[in-house]
């Protein structure tokens, strides 16, 4: 008797087994959302041996799928006649593919915003986001990153010869625009009680709305604001910057292959002067020292 049972729990193991492996969803992600079909899974396999994870898919797909900004000047912007998306994080991503490759086209950029981006990478419809994005301790419970690639500030933009001439001009009646998912929203609310800032999907928006009269402020990092002047001088920075942002390449949680790889990449695109070249196409001046 005790025997039969025993065989029967172990069928059953078996059973449970099988079906475990054969549900198993394709890139290994059982922990996150959105990922049931596998549909749209840029990332066919996950895990710690050498020709499994996403560095080994990127390969064997033989293309990068990469996540960047189609909205923000000087980082990632598309050009609507053209359909060229512009940026210094697209260049960034153009030199990742061309060490995998040796050949810089062999990447598809895919549009994020900063609400849609984590998502995206968790449900595997891109390799790694190259999108201003700030490492944040709450992001890293999400998502991990590289080391950081470019240093920014949170700061305010405004009309030329507006009243407010920094941070400490903004109220809680101040009508401050922000973007959806920036970390530009918690740090201004935290800054300033009692202000709610007014939230768009994107930094094209938010600039429009601006221009349009409905609001007084437009807050992110400085970086990207210094983009929007590029495009109407009419407006300008207001005051220093009042946060640190450093921004990091985000991949998947556990892909450490990819990781290390990311870190090499930097290191050398640093130590071969590119990454200054970079620097300096789209920021106009060389970076600071480290
Ligand atoms: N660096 C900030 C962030 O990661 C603001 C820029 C953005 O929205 O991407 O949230």
Same mark, same amino acid.
């Given at each position: 008797?005790?025997? !039969?049972?025993?065989?029967?729990?172990?069928? *059953?193991?078996?059973?449970? *087994?099988?079906?475990?492996?054969?549900?198993? =969803?394709?890139? &290994? +992600?059982t922990?996150?959302?959105?990922? &049931?079909?596998?549909? &749209?899974?840029?990332?066919?396999?996950?895990?710690?041996?050498?020709?499994?994870?996403?560095?080994?898919?990127?390969?064997?797909?033989?293309?990068?799928?990469?996540?960047? @900004?189609?909205?923000?000047?000087?980082?990632?912007?598309? $050009?609507?006649?053209?359909? %060229?998306?512009?940026?210094?994080?697209?260049?960034?991503?153009?030199?990742?593919?061309?060490?995998?490759?040796?050949?810089e086209?062999?990447?598809?950029?895919?549009?994020?915003?900063?609400?849609?981006?984590?998502?995206?990478? =968790?449900?595997?419809?891109?390799?790694?986001?190259?999108?201003?994005?700030?490492?944040?301790?709450?992001?890293?419970?999400?998502?991990?990153?590289? %080391?950081?690639y470019?240093?920014?500030?949170?700061?305010?933009?405004?009309?030329?010869?507006?009243?407010? @001439?920094?941070?400490?001009?903004?109220?809680?009646?101040?009508?401050?625009?922000?973007?959806?998912?920036?970390?530009?929203?918690?740090?201004?609310?935290?800054?300033?009680?009692?202000?709610?800032?007014?939230?768009?999907?994107?930094?094209q928006?938010?600039?429009?709305?601006?221009?349009?009269?409905?609001?007084?402020?437009?807050?992110? $990092? =400085?970086?990207?604001?210094?983009?929007?002047?590029?495009? +109407?001088? =009419?407006?300008?920075?207001?005051? %220093?910057?009042?946060?640190?942002?450093?921004?990091?390449?985000?991949?998947?949680?556990?892909?450490q292959?990819?990781?290390?790889?990311?870190?090499?990449?930097?290191?050398?695109?640093k130590?071969?002067?590119?990454?200054?070249?970079?620097?300096?196409? !789209?920021?106009?001046?060389?970076?600071?020292?480290?």
């Amino acid at each position: 008797m005790r025997k !039969w049972k025993l065989r029967g729990a172990s069928i *059953l193991l078996a059973a449970l *087994l099988l079906i475990l492996t054969a549900c198993g =969803n394709s890139n &290994g +992600d059982t922990g996150s959302a959105g990922n &049931g079909n596998g549909k &749209g899974n840029v990332n066919s396999s996950s895990g710690s041996a050498a020709d499994e994870g996403v560095l080994a898919d990127i390969k064997k797909r033989g293309k990068l799928v990469a996540g960047v @900004k189609f909205d923000t000047k000087l980082f990632g912007l598309k $050009d609507p006649g053209t359909g %060229d998306v512009e940026g210094f994080d697209i260049d960034i991503a153009k030199a990742l593919a061309k060490k995998l490759f040796g050949d810089e086209s062999k990447l598809e950029l895919k549009e994020v915003t900063s609400q849609t981006r984590i998502p995206m990478l =968790n449900n595997g419809e891109i390799d790694l986001i190259i999108a201003t994005m700030t490492i944040s301790e709450k992001r890293k419970k999400e998502v991990d990153f590289s %080391d950081v690639y470019f240093k920014a500030g949170q700061s305010l933009l405004v009309k030329k010869g507006s009243p407010i @001439k920094g941070l400490e001009d903004v109220t809680k009646d101040t009508k401050v625009l922000g973007v959806k998912g920036a970390t530009s929203i918690k740090n201004i609310e935290d800054k300033v009680p009692g202000l709610r800032v007014q939230q768009y999907q994107n930094y094209q928006e938010a600039f429009t709305a601006l221009k349009a009269g409905q609001g007084e402020v437009l807050t992110t $990092d =400085n970086a990207i604001l210094f983009g929007m002047t590029k495009q +109407d001088p =009419n407006y300008v920075l207001a005051g %220093d910057i009042f946060t640190d942002e450093p921004y990091g390449i985000a991949m998947k949680k556990g892909e450490q292959a990819l990781v290390e790889y990311v870190n090499g990449f930097l290191k050398e695109l640093k130590s071969s002067g590119e990454y200054d070249t970079i620097y300096e196409k !789209w920021i106009g001046e060389k970076p600071a020292a480290e």
